[in-house]
Protein backbone atom coordinates (compact mmCIF):
# COMPACT_ATOMS: atom_id res chain seq x y z
CA UNK A 1 0.00 0.00 0.00
CA UNK A 2 1.48 3.42 -0.93
CA UNK A 3 -0.11 6.65 -0.93
CA UNK A 4 0.64 9.60 -3.34
CA UNK A 5 -0.25 12.76 -4.68
CA UNK A 6 0.42 14.87 -7.57
CA UNK A 7 -0.26 18.80 -8.76
CA UNK A 8 0.19 20.55 -11.79
CA UNK A 9 0.47 24.36 -12.29
CA UNK A 10 -1.80 24.92 -15.31
CA UNK A 11 -5.48 25.03 -15.40
CA UNK A 12 -6.84 22.01 -16.84
CA UNK A 13 -3.49 19.63 -16.76
CA UNK A 14 -4.14 17.49 -14.07
CA UNK A 15 -7.56 15.73 -15.96
CA UNK A 16 -5.65 14.47 -18.76
CA UNK A 17 -2.81 13.24 -16.95
CA UNK A 18 -4.81 11.18 -14.64
CA UNK A 19 -6.93 10.04 -17.37
CA UNK A 20 -3.92 9.20 -18.91
CA UNK A 21 -2.24 7.09 -15.73
CA UNK A 22 -4.87 5.70 -15.70
CA UNK A 23 -5.58 3.92 -19.15
CA UNK A 24 -2.18 3.19 -18.85
CA UNK A 25 -2.61 1.03 -15.48
CA UNK A 26 -5.72 -0.59 -16.91
CA UNK A 27 -3.55 -1.66 -20.38
CA UNK A 28 -0.84 -3.10 -17.78
CA UNK A 29 -3.39 -4.99 -15.92
CA UNK A 30 -3.94 -3.17 -12.67
CA UNK A 31 -7.05 -3.18 -10.96
CA UNK A 32 -8.14 0.12 -10.84
CA UNK A 33 -11.22 1.78 -9.07
CA UNK A 34 -12.00 5.65 -8.55
CA UNK A 35 -12.29 8.24 -10.91
CA UNK A 36 -10.74 10.59 -13.86
CA UNK A 37 -12.75 13.99 -15.10
CA UNK A 38 -14.02 15.09 -18.46
CA UNK A 39 -14.20 18.40 -18.86
CA UNK A 40 -16.65 19.60 -22.15
CA UNK A 41 -17.52 22.82 -23.25
CA UNK A 42 -20.85 23.97 -23.15
CA UNK A 43 -21.87 26.34 -25.69
CA UNK A 44 -22.98 29.92 -24.56
CA UNK A 45 -21.25 29.77 -21.32
CA UNK A 46 -17.70 30.60 -20.11
CA UNK A 47 -17.70 27.07 -17.33
CA UNK A 48 -17.33 23.79 -18.83
CA UNK A 49 -19.45 20.89 -17.68
CA UNK A 50 -17.79 18.19 -15.63
CA UNK A 51 -18.26 14.74 -15.91
CA UNK A 52 -16.50 11.79 -13.77
CA UNK A 53 -15.63 8.65 -15.80
CA UNK A 54 -16.04 5.88 -13.22
CA UNK A 55 -12.73 3.47 -13.28
CA UNK A 56 -11.84 1.03 -14.87
CA UNK A 57 -15.09 1.15 -17.39
CA UNK A 58 -17.99 3.34 -16.24
CA UNK A 59 -20.62 4.99 -15.87
CA UNK A 60 -19.61 8.72 -16.84
CA UNK A 61 -21.55 10.64 -13.44
CA UNK A 62 -21.87 14.11 -14.57
CA UNK A 63 -20.34 15.83 -11.56
CA UNK A 64 -21.31 19.75 -12.07
CA UNK A 65 -24.76 21.81 -12.79
CA UNK A 66 -25.48 24.66 -14.65
CA UNK A 67 -25.88 27.87 -12.28
CA UNK A 68 -26.53 30.25 -15.31
CA UNK A 69 -24.08 31.97 -17.75
CA UNK A 70 -22.62 34.64 -15.55
CA UNK A 71 -21.98 32.66 -12.40
CA UNK A 72 -18.68 32.35 -10.58
CA UNK A 73 -19.47 30.08 -7.54
CA UNK A 74 -18.45 26.64 -6.98
CA UNK A 75 -20.35 23.97 -9.79
CA UNK A 76 -19.83 21.32 -8.21
CA UNK A 77 -22.66 18.84 -8.06
CA UNK A 78 -22.32 17.06 -4.56
CA UNK A 79 -25.39 14.70 -5.19
CA UNK A 80 -23.15 13.53 -8.88
CA UNK A 81 -20.00 13.43 -6.60
CA UNK A 82 -21.70 10.75 -4.12
CA UNK A 83 -23.25 8.66 -6.70
CA UNK A 84 -19.43 8.46 -8.08
CA UNK A 85 -17.91 7.72 -4.43
CA UNK A 86 -21.28 4.91 -4.09
CA UNK A 87 -20.58 2.90 -7.76
CA UNK A 88 -16.65 3.75 -6.98
CA UNK A 89 -17.27 1.85 -3.77
CA UNK A 90 -18.74 -0.95 -5.87
CA UNK A 91 -15.85 -1.60 -8.27
CA UNK A 92 -13.17 -1.05 -5.07
CA UNK A 93 -15.12 -3.99 -2.95
CA UNK A 94 -15.04 -6.44 -6.13
CA UNK A 95 -10.90 -5.44 -5.15
CA UNK A 96 -8.37 -3.24 -6.55
CA UNK A 97 -4.84 -2.70 -6.82
CA UNK A 98 -5.23 1.26 -7.68
CA UNK A 99 -7.34 3.74 -6.63
CA UNK A 100 -7.40 6.97 -8.79
CA UNK A 101 -8.70 10.21 -7.79
CA UNK A 102 -8.78 12.70 -9.42
CA UNK A 103 -9.00 15.57 -7.39
CA UNK A 104 -8.67 16.23 -3.66
CA UNK A 105 -11.25 18.93 -3.28
CA UNK A 106 -13.28 20.80 -1.35
CA UNK A 107 -15.57 17.47 -0.44
CA UNK A 108 -12.67 15.69 0.58
CA UNK A 109 -11.39 18.68 3.13
CA UNK A 110 -14.57 18.66 4.68
CA UNK A 111 -14.18 14.61 5.14
CA UNK A 112 -16.54 14.00 2.88
CA UNK A 113 -16.34 12.76 -0.84
CA UNK A 114 -13.52 10.37 -1.42
CA UNK A 115 -12.19 10.59 1.84
CA UNK A 116 -13.65 7.06 3.09
CA UNK A 117 -12.83 5.97 0.07
CA UNK A 118 -9.41 7.10 0.51
CA UNK A 119 -9.04 5.00 3.72
CA UNK A 120 -10.61 1.90 2.41
CA UNK A 121 -8.69 1.58 -0.27
CA UNK A 122 -5.41 1.74 1.69
CA UNK A 123 -6.72 -0.52 4.95
CA UNK A 124 -7.30 -3.18 2.12
CA UNK A 125 -3.82 -2.85 0.64
CA UNK A 126 -4.14 -1.05 -2.64
CA UNK A 127 -1.97 1.83 -3.84
CA UNK A 128 -3.92 5.04 -3.99
CA UNK A 129 -3.17 8.06 -6.22
CA UNK A 130 -4.23 11.59 -5.46
CA UNK A 131 -4.79 14.95 -7.37
CA UNK A 132 -4.91 17.93 -5.74
CA UNK A 133 -4.71 21.44 -5.61
CA UNK A 134 -2.36 24.05 -3.72
CA UNK A 135 -5.39 25.64 -2.08
CA UNK A 136 -6.77 21.92 -0.47
CA UNK A 137 -3.21 20.78 -0.11
CA UNK A 138 -3.18 21.09 2.85
CA UNK A 139 -6.32 19.71 3.89
CA UNK A 140 -4.92 16.24 1.94
CA UNK A 141 -1.24 16.34 4.25
CA UNK A 142 -3.39 16.78 7.48
CA UNK A 143 -5.73 13.85 6.35
CA UNK A 144 -2.75 11.56 5.28
CA UNK A 145 -0.85 12.47 8.33
CA UNK A 146 2.34 12.81 6.07
CA UNK A 147 2.19 9.56 4.37
CA UNK A 148 1.66 10.87 1.08
CA UNK A 149 4.40 11.16 -1.14
CA UNK A 150 4.70 13.95 -4.04
CA UNK A 151 5.25 12.88 -7.43
CA UNK A 152 6.19 15.38 -10.35
CA UNK A 153 2.96 15.85 -12.36
CA UNK A 154 4.46 13.56 -15.51
CA UNK A 155 2.94 10.96 -17.24
CA UNK A 156 5.94 8.74 -17.51
CA UNK A 157 7.13 9.42 -13.64
CA UNK A 158 3.38 8.78 -12.49
CA UNK A 159 3.63 5.41 -14.97
CA UNK A 160 6.46 4.49 -12.78
CA UNK A 161 5.18 5.52 -9.71
CA UNK A 162 1.84 3.00 -10.73
CA UNK A 163 4.10 0.20 -11.66
CA UNK A 164 5.95 0.00 -8.13
CA UNK A 165 9.25 1.73 -9.09
CA UNK A 166 10.62 2.58 -5.64
CA UNK A 167 13.00 5.30 -7.38
CA UNK A 168 10.20 7.19 -8.96
CA UNK A 169 11.08 10.91 -8.75
CA UNK A 170 9.12 13.32 -6.64
CA UNK A 171 8.50 16.70 -6.51
CA UNK A 172 10.69 19.06 -4.63
Known sequence: MRLAYTMTRGRGELDPLLHDTARRAIASGRRVAGIVQVNSDRPGC?????????LPDGPVIRISQSLGREARGCRLDAEGLERAVSVTEMHLKRGADLLIVNKFGKQEAAGRG????IAEALDAGADVLVGVNPLNLQALLDFTGGLAVALEPDAARLADWVAGDPVASTQG
Open 46 to 54: ARCDMDAVV
Open 114 to 117: FRPL
